[in-house]
């Protein structure tokens, strides 16, 4: 790789031989996925960082241009396979933005609880590799072993571990079973106590604090200015969330926080991810135990969810709605205009800009990652730290490649 | 703190044939190409429009009633004023280049590289105008809307390693 | 040294020895690109344990690896790594394609991802599967495990046999979607 190498740097790399060039990736344990950067060492110190991306860029939309709204979210899915629910809400909550569908209480109320358990589980797999690459293997475990509680819940849910799928238009796959709802006041239950060893085993370990505190330090300014969101931005005192700030799915009847902390290094990253674990804790309680009763999935007369089968067989509504939609150049109807709508993942603001044009296939479906946008302030975060403090940051960002390149 | 049709009154007093329209409560304004960046950093330092969300661009080679070729799209917000407006700006063939917001906005650094490597669009100014997610060496557009969805061959455009040779 | 025993007793008996000893120390190298890659991590960790047969020494340098798990979908970026990987792992060497679109390119049939590793690399097994479960993949390393103790040779004989070339060439000469035309410039050898 030497050669690229020489490409990429910049050219004053001539002047300055004496900086080491070191390729770090695109296959390396810390990155846990394809990213590569290459860094210009002055010893063990980085004097510049060049991220080298694309190394999973599967035109994800262009693939959107030729899927329909439903099935787009199998796709959706693959995004940012850490939290696939939250992108599911996400890519169908712009869609019914476009398509002006109001959801019915007991969908807001379901796609509120796979959202949280969503969010949980991002940052779970995010706190845990920052501690495996900073050395605390036995958090990465407690962490995994939580994960599978909810893809258990998941899996209860829609039959999927974790590419569900699950969201429709106007609407849910299956209807939130008791089973379910049993298992998510379970984990409610017992979630509280691996939270505290969670932070017993890090909030005061001295190698932990000692490699994280004032390490890529971000400022509010700069966190404003180059487009941050999400725990990222809140960990720079940003208060921006969009669950607050334009509340989606009923957000506002929730009493919760927004976690905050002003430090904006890697430590206060991830004291915002543990603090908002219980957040979303406290969400799942409250929606748990409020589920709205009535149908999960809109009515057959606005055509644009699918009817349940009882419906197709039974009546002629039933019948024609599900001809009308199944039907390959049918399907529900589309304005022409385009819309911009967000929701609060685990990584930050995501977002979906929808460009309709009247049939059941988006024109245009760019996706806002947040991953994306938090790695091109990477650079700018680890100039002038030390070689291993790379990886310390890297985990703090949580870059996912799928949602980097998409 | 201003409102946003406060904000779309005063954009268009300032500079000429700036349209708006609304669309599910999101307010969408249109510039010309030559008053890009003039009306963007007019938002940004005097209206505290202090986030660039996204940049994007969208091709309109299909769409039906479509006069422009590309639209490209800046996605804003206000953090303090948590409003949020759309600005457009439509580009035809030749002339696919506008002024780079980086100076502005350093998170469009990244946001404007996409839009080159998948659109083609110049962005003048921009620091490292290069492609990010596509190789260096790959010669298409691909989210023109006349590039095909499976490409022209060149994923497939590797040497074999058999067993014998590895 | 004059004693020549006949020669099928005594190799195969040193076969089955050495296939016995590769089979039960499998070292993976995981190329995790995607989402499989997490299922990989879920397979190496606490619930489904992948040190209970025999494979859990995952190491991130080819050199000390013997089974590479391609885990995620391969894009055109990425494929002279993987190649470039491949072959700085020394023989013995296997390879699992692990879900659908390292296998197939899957739901991804677009411009950029590699429609099936299988086109540019030797691969031995295929799990199905987006992504396929913990489960499937330790049952595909059993399954590579029985095939090892099956057909393994202490001079790796198995990797060379006409059938397996036929077979391989049968999947190079795949029509590729797109026509004669190349837009980019062929590349140098990935060395």
């Known amino acids: ?406 | 703190m201003s409102t946003l049709s406060e904000v779309v009154a005063a954009l268009k007093d300032r500079f000429a044939e700036v349209t708006d329209s609304e669309f599910r409560g999101q307010t969408r304004v249109v510039v010309q190409q030559s008053q890009c960046f003039d009306a963007l950093s007019c938002l940004k330092n005097e209206y505290g429009f202090d986030m660039l969300v996204d940049v994007t661009c969208v091709d309109y080679l299909n769409f039906r009633d479509a006069t422009d070729r590309f639209g490209l799209v800046y996605v804003l917000a206000g953090t303090e004023s948590n409003l949020q407006l759309t600005v457009r700006v439509m580009l035809n063939e030749p002339d696919l280049t506008v002024p780079s917001v980086v100076p502005l906005w350093e998170g469009a650094n990244w946001m404007e590289r996409e839009v080159w490597d998948m659109f083609g669009i110049r962005f003048e100014g921009h620091p490292d105008l290069r492609r990010i997610l596509l190789p260096e060496e790959f010669a298409a557009h691909p989210l023109r809307k006349d590039y095909p969805l499976q490409g022209r061959g060149e994923r497939h455009n590797f040497p074999v390693l058999t067993r014998a040779e590895a | 040294m004059a004693i020549e025993l006949p020669e099928n007793v005594v190799v195969s008996k040193l076969d089955s020895l050495a296939s016995w000893c590769r089979k039960n120390s499998l070292w993976p190298m995981p190329f995790a690109t995607a989402c499989c890659g997490i299922e990989l991590m879920a397979t190496g960790a606490s619930r489904h344990d992948l040190a209970r047969f025999g494979a859990e020494v995952f190491r991130f340098s080819p050199r000390q690896c013997d089974l590479m798990i391609v885990a995620g979908r391969v894009v055109m970026k990425m494929l002279p790594v993987l190649q470039r990987i491949w072959q700085q792992m020394h023989e013995p060497k296997w390879c699992i394609s692990m879900g659908a679109c390292a296998s197939t390119g899957g739901v991804f049939d677009t411009y950029s991802v590699v429609q099936g590793i299988d086109r540019f690399i030797p691969v031995d097994m295929y799990v199905p599967g987006c992504p396929p479960r913990p489960e499937q993949l330790i049952q595909a390393i059993i399954d590579l495990q029985d095939k090892i103790q099956a057909e393994g040779t202490i001079e790796g004989r198995e990797f060379n046999t006409f059938a397996r070339q036929q077979r391989k060439r049968a999947l190079m000469e795949l029509p590729i979607i797109g026509g004669p035309q190349i837009i980019m410039p062929p590349r140098q050898g990935v060395n």
């Open chain 1, 1 to 406: 790789m030497t050669t690229a190498t020489r490409t990429i740097g910049s050219a004053s790399a001539r002047e300055e031989d004496y900086l080491w060039t070191l390729n770090f990736g695109p296959q390396h344990p810390a990155t846990h996925t394809t990213l590569r950067i290459v860094l210009k060492l002055d010893g063990e110190r980085v004097v510049d960082a060049v991220p080298d991306i694309g190394y999973l860029h599967s035109g994800f939309e262009k693939l959107g241009e030729h899927l329909d709204y439903n099935q787009y979210v199998t796709v959706t899915d693959r995004m940012n396979y850490i939290s696939p629910m939250a992108n599911n809400v996400a890519w169908h909550h712009a869609v019914e933005t476009l398509l002006g569908i109001e959801l019915t209480p007991r969908c807001k109320y379901i796609r509120v609880l796979i959202s949280e358990l969503a969010r949980i589980s991002d940052h779970l797999l995010s706190t845990g590799a920052m501690g495996l690459d900073t050395g605390a293997f036995t958090f990465f475990l407690y962490a995994f072993y939580q994960r599978e509680k909810i893809y258990d819940i998941f899996e209860t849910l829609c039959g999927a571990r974790f590419t569900n799928s699950y969201t429709r238009v106007g609407g849910v796959m299956h209807d939130i079973t008791p089973l379910v709802v049993e298992k998510i006041r379970a984990f409610i239950k017992d979630f509280p106590k691996t939270l505290e060893d969670m932070e017993k085993l890090l909030n005061r370990n001295r190698i932990f604090v000692d490699r994280t505190t004032d390490v890529g330090v971000l400022t509010k300014e700069e966190a404003i200015n180059r487009s941050c969101t999400g725990p990222i931005a809140r960990a720079s005192g940003v208060t921006r969330d969009v669950r607050k700030d334009q509340p989606y799915l009923g957000y506002e009847d929730f009493d919760f926080q927004v976690c905050c902390a002003k430090a904006g290094d890697c430590f206060a990253r991830y004291y915002v991810r543990m603090a908002e674990m219980r957040e979303s804790l406290k969400i799942l309680a409250q929606a748990v135990e409020n589920i709205p009763a009535g149908p999960a999935n809109i009515g057959v007369d606005e055509r644009t969810a699918l009817p349940t089968k009882q419906q197709v067989y039974q009546t002629i509504e039933g019948t024609i709605t599900h001809f009308e939609l199944v039907m390959a150049n049918r399907g529900f109807e589309v304005p022409c205009e385009e819309v911009y709508a967000a929701n609060e993942t685990g990584n930050g603001e995501l977002g979906f800009y929808i460009a309709g044009d009247g049939s059941n296939v988006a024109y245009r479906a760019r996706c806002r990652p947040p991953s994306f946008i938090h790695f091109a302030v990477f650079p700018h975060l680890i100039r002038g730290h030390t070689l291993s403090d790379l990886v310390a940051v890297l985990g703090s960002l949580n870059i996912i490649a799928a949602e980097l390149d998409r």
